[in-house]
């Protein structure tokens, strides 16, 4: 049956068939059928029409980074009949300055950046602070380019020099002083339970759009109500952009309530290791610059936090890359002139002096950045043993290497900055201030490369795991031990270590 683009010639010899304006409906077997007065026969043959694919459908998905985005697409609906052998990335860069995005939008040019082989992702790296991008894709067969597939939404790249993008995160939090804390907060819901109290979302009545966190401390001991008051009092001092803030805080009988910004991002580390983020060695600079920015202000005010760790990092938001330095439950001020000892931290990252029961310094924090460092860029941790005990042998030992394989892919000037901080003496483990003027931190604008390689979190995954079940154990504390500042004997020592310091290991 002849169609509009289909037609058929015959002569007296044979007979054609001519289809024009070919499509992909016109694929498929074909048959012919000759029939005389003595029987039939038939005879077919398979067509197929090729060309170049169809558009990927649907619009890319996009995860955002601070300076990059990662952009997963769907495959195109039909392949043109052949095989896809790639993909081709397209950017639209539209100027922020300019009246009108929308405009933009119909009239900016699209620029080929990157071609894809066997992969539906590819992370775009490098993008200019305070420009707004569109990405597209095009799918290709040996025969062409299909059309372009829809555009993604706009992405905006903030200044990696701005501290966040809400207006509020360089200024100090403050609401209304006085008042009963019943009166002043509604409860949202509850966040969650630490060592010493619970931690609620809130929302201020006078003001519904302030969203703040209010953790509540039963203090029926009065030496209980004195250290939270010293929180408290090391907490107003501490006003920076990395660090938690306080608010206000509530006083009853038998309860202190510390009003706190609200911090939606989660731990750091879980955020680093979900599957739309790509961990390289320039992001672990960009982290590990802002816990030396926060720890570098803590101790110009003669502060030490005491409990570095990777839990006590926290992201501001869920989509900004900047940290918050939490819990100042065991902040110490060494503005007093007399040494100053103490026996508690985390294991895997208390320094060698707290072991030992030797005064503490500033530089005591700086052995906890240098473990964080570690576990970070390779997801193991540098002096885990198989019991406390090992583990604080190693830490006194100063016992660790660079030697496994996930190392292989981080610089040398990242292992140097480590071995800089992971020193035995406290007094020559670089200060925050030396650590923001090494070489590692102030090179990650520049190279390139840093942001190019990926480091795999496998190994980070199961530390995270580990310490997960590890928080869910019930505190270990036990009583102060005598004033003596050392024990002669090392297996003594370890022996008293394990009954000595408080094992925190939850909140």
Same mark, same amino acid.
């Given at each position: 049956?002849?169609?509009?683009?289909?037609?058929?010639?015959?002569?007296?010899?044979?007979?054609?068939?001519?289809?024009?304006?070919?499509?992909?409906?016109?694929?498929?077997?074909?048959?012919?059928?000759?029939?005389?007065?003595?029987?039939?026969?038939?005879?077919?043959?398979?067509?197929?029409?090729?060309?170049?694919?169809?558009?990927?459908?649907?619009?890319?998905?996009?995860?955002?980074?601070?300076?990059?985005?990662?952009?997963?697409?769907?495959?195109?609906?039909?392949?043109?009949?052949?095989?896809?052998?790639?993909?081709?990335?397209?950017?639209?860069?539209?100027?922020?300055?300019?009246?009108?995005?929308?405009?933009?939008?119909?009239?900016?040019?699209?620029?080929?950046?990157?071609?894809?082989?066997?992969?539906?992702?590819?992370?775009?790296?490098?993008?200019?602070?305070?420009?707004?991008?569109?990405?597209?894709?095009?799918?290709?067969?040996?025969?062409?380019?299909?059309?372009?597939?829809?555009?993604?939404?706009?992405?905006?790249?903030?200044?990696?020099?701005?501290?966040?993008?809400?207006?509020?995160?360089?200024?100090?939090?403050?609401?209304?002083?006085?008042?009963?804390?019943?009166?002043?907060?509604?409860?949202?819901?509850?966040?969650?339970?630490?060592?010493?109290?619970?931690?609620?979302?809130?929302?201020?009545?006078?003001?519904?759009?302030?969203?703040?966190?209010?953790?509540?401390?039963?203090?029926?001991?009065?030496?209980?109500?004195?250290?939270?008051?010293?929180?408290?009092?090391?907490?107003?001092?501490?006003?920076?952009?990395?660090?938690?803030?306080?608010?206000?805080? $509530?006083? =009853?009988?038998?309860?202190? #309530?510390? +009003?706190?910004? *609200?911090?939606?991002?989660?731990? %750091?580390?879980?955020?680093?290791?979900?599957?739309?983020?790509?961990?390289?060695?320039?992001?672990?600079?960009?982290?590990?610059?802002?816990?030396?920015?926060?720890?570098?202000?803590?101790?110009?005010?003669?502060?030490?936090?005491?409990?570095?760790?990777?839990?006590?990092?926290?992201?501001?938001?869920?989509?900004?890359?900047?940290?918050?330095?939490?819990?100042?439950?065991?902040?110490?001020?060494?503005?007093?002139?007399?040494?100053?000892?103490?026996?508690?931290?985390?294991?895997?990252?208390?320094?060698?002096?707290?072991?030992?029961?030797?005064?503490?310094? $500033?530089? =005591?924090?700086?052995?906890? #950045?240098? +473990?964080?460092? *570690?576990?970070?860029?390779?997801? %193991?941790?540098?002096?885990?043993?198989?019991?406390?005990?090992?583990?604080?042998?190693?830490?006194?030992?100063?016992?660790?290497?660079?030697?496994?394989?996930?190392?292989?892919?981080?610089?040398?000037?990242?292992?140097?900055?480590?071995?800089?901080?992971?020193?035995?003496?406290?007094?020559?483990?670089?200060?925050?201030?030396?650590?923001?003027?090494?070489?590692?931190?102030?090179?990650?604008?520049?190279?390139?490369?840093?942001?190019?390689?990926?480091?795999?979190?496998?190994?980070?995954?199961?530390?995270?795991?580990?310490?997960?079940?590890?928080?869910?154990?019930?505190?270990?504390?036990?009583?102060?031990?005598?004033?003596?500042?050392?024990?002669?004997?090392?297996?003594?020592?370890?022996?008293?270590?394990?009954?000595?310091?408080?094992?925190?290991?939850?909140?």
């Amino acid at each position: 049956m002849e169609t509009s683009n289909t037609i058929i010639n015959t002569s007296s010899r044979k007979s054609i068939l001519q289809i024009s304006d070919i499509d992909t409906d016109d694929s498929g077997k074909y048959s012919v059928e000759v029939m005389n007065e003595f029987g039939a026969d038939i005879a077919s043959a398979s067509v197929a029409v090729e060309g170049p694919p169809e558009p990927p459908s649907g619009k890319p998905s996009i995860s955002q980074g601070p300076d990059r985005v990662a952009i997963a697409w769907c495959g195109p609906p039909y392949d043109g009949g052949c095989m896809i052998t790639g993909f081709i990335i397209e950017r639209q860069q539209l100027d922020p300055n300019a009246p009108s995005l929308e405009e933009q939008e119909n009239d900016a040019d699209w620029l080929e950046i990157a071609s894809v082989v066997d992969s539906l992702a590819y992370t775009v790296k490098n993008l200019k602070p305070l420009f707004t991008y569109r990405f597209r894709v095009r799918a290709e067969n040996i025969h062409g380019r299909s059309e372009p597939g829809l555009p993604s939404d706009p992405v905006h790249i903030a200044d990696e020099t701005e501290e966040d993008s809400t207006e509020d995160f360089q200024r100090p939090i403050s609401i209304k002083s006085g008042g009963d804390f019943k009166d002043r907060f509604q409860i949202l819901e509850e966040l969650g339970k630490g060592r010493f109290g619970v931690v609620y979302k809130v929302q201020e009545k006078e003001d519904p759009k302030r969203i703040l966190a209010a953790k509540m401390i039963k203090c029926i001991k009065s030496k209980d109500r004195v250290k939270v008051q010293e929180e408290i009092s090391i907490m107003k001092s501490l006003k920076h952009p990395k660090l938690l803030q306080l608010a206000a805080s $509530f006083e =009853s009988p038998r309860e202190i #309530v510390m +009003v706190m910004e *609200y911090i939606t991002g989660g731990e %750091l580390f879980e955020r680093v290791v979900a599957d739309d983020f790509t961990l390289t060695e320039r992001d672990c600079i960009l982290f590990v610059r802002q816990v030396c920015e926060g720890v570098a202000y803590m101790h110009s005010q003669s502060i030490v936090h005491l409990d570095l760790k990777p839990e006590n990092i926290m992201c501001k938001t869920r989509t900004c890359h900047q940290i918050k330095i939490i819990d100042f439950g065991l902040a110490q001020r060494l503005n007093t002139g007399s040494p100053v000892r103490v026996l508690f931290g985390t294991p895997e990252f208390i320094s060698p002096e707290i072991i030992s029961y030797e005064p503490i310094g $500033f530089q =005591s924090d700086m052995w906890s #950045v240098g +473990v964080i460092c *570690y576990v970070l860029l390779s997801g %193991l941790s540098p002096f885990m043993g198989d019991t406390d005990v090992e583990t604080f042998s190693n830490i006194t030992r100063a016992e660790y290497d660079f030697d496994d394989e996930a190392f292989d892919c981080v610089s040398q000037l990242a292992k140097d900055f480590i071995s800089n901080l992971l020193i035995h003496r406290k007094e020559d483990r670089w200060t925050a201030e030396q650590c923001l003027e090494s070489p590692w931190l102030k090179q990650g604008h520049y190279d390139e490369n840093l942001g190019n390689k990926k480091i795999c979190t496998d190994k980070l995954k199961k530390f995270i795991i580990r310490r997960k079940w590890q928080q869910t154990q019930p505190a270990i504390q036990h009583p102060q031990p005598p004033q003596h500042t050392q024990l002669h004997c090392p297996a003594h020592q370890y022996q008293h270590a394990r009954r000595r310091i408080r094992l925190l290991r939850s909140g």
